[in-house]
């Protein structure tokens, strides 16, 4: 399953927040029991990136595309 840029943009539509995003990413990301550093090699960003994104302060549809791709979510799971 893939995430395409207007998945986002849906979201955006419908107001989903950064700080949903956040912690919805947080959370997948802990329940694999992966590091910042390893989720940063998968993705290929930084843990500075990373942080970044899952602190709310970054929305960047494509980080945001790039991280949950790597956590296996499906698009739904972010809007």
Known sequence: MSISMSN???AVKTGISADRVSAILTEARQ???Y????????T?????ELKAVEDGGV???ALVQRIA???GLPPAALL
């Open 8 to 10: 986002f943009d849906t």
């Open 31 to 33: 329940e694999r029991s």
């Open 35 to 42: 590091t910042l550093e390893q989720l940063a090699v998968t």
């Open 44 to 48: 290929g960003l930084t843990v500075d």
């Open 59 to 61: 929305t960047d549809p």
């Open 69 to 71: 791709s790597a956590l």
